[in-house]
């Protein structure tokens, strides 16, 4: 449409008219897309930097649009946290991330954690840990086998936030602090949530080998993650470079495109069978 340059107002409110509805519309697919099953899980291994052996892996969504294929969770996690239609997708996230893993360990794989994010949204719900508690039972998988990834955003809330999470580790589930060092970190919470991992950021192993503040940063958070007895992850790993950096600073574990991306169903499932190592 030609506007009309002087009439800036109406420009920028016809603009959020139009991403009101793109957003309108996108929520009201992602409804559909839940009710057709449109949704599928892919699977990124997290391997032990010491073995390189496959320890865990991280559950990550996506969806097959009937025309536009596969859509990364960067383009409807949004508008499914703003529309809370991430409860329901969360739930059947949880639910088929834990049906699958049982049933690998059912055919043969070893007993290794699937991570699973979970959004601010969903762990202010008031029966979160009920839920839980009844997907572990109905899928028959050992709460051990079962890790949930949350930000430094959840542990705003300090009281609700600790009273959830340690009904969570009395249910035996693990707890990750995810995207570490990107939030408001307090350390205070740090130390008193029964928290079991710690993520760092991508954004900090990133740039190790060129960046000595950043290698300074990871080497303190490794450092101090052990010093609360924390295991620690590093996130986005893609070189052999700071494969070795991140083993020399005794970093526990490490998830990357060095090791694998995310992958499909048959995909993970070749390497969960094949017990390889990176
Ligand atoms: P995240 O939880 O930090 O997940 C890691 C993201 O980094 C994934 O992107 C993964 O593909 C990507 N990644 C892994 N290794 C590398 C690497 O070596 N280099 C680079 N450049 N990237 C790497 P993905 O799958 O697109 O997911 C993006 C985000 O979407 C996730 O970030 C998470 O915040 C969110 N997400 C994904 N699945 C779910 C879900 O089931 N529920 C919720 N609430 N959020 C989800
Ligand atoms: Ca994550
Ligand atoms: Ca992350
Ligand atoms: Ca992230």
Redesign the pocket.
Known sequence: AKENGRNDYHLYSEDIDQQAYHRLTLQHELMKALQNGEFL??Y?PQYDLATGRIVGT?????WLHPTRGLV???EF?PA??DSGL?VP??DW?LEEACRQNKEWQDAGAAPIPVS????VR?FSQRNLIGKIGRVLKATGLDPKCLKL?I?ESVTMDVERATLFLEQLAELGVGISI??FGTGYSSFHYLRNFPIGSL?I??SFVRDIEQDPNDAAIVAAIIAMAHNLRLQVIA????TLEQVRFLRSHGCDEM????GS??LPKAGIESLLFEATSF
């Open positions: 899980l892919h990124q991280e559950a990550l969504v996506r990364p969770p960067g996690i499914a946290e991430i997708l969360g996230v699973v994010n979970l959004s969903q990834e930000t995810d995207d993520k950021d991508r996130e986005g790993v893609e998830q990357g495109y060095y991306p995310p």
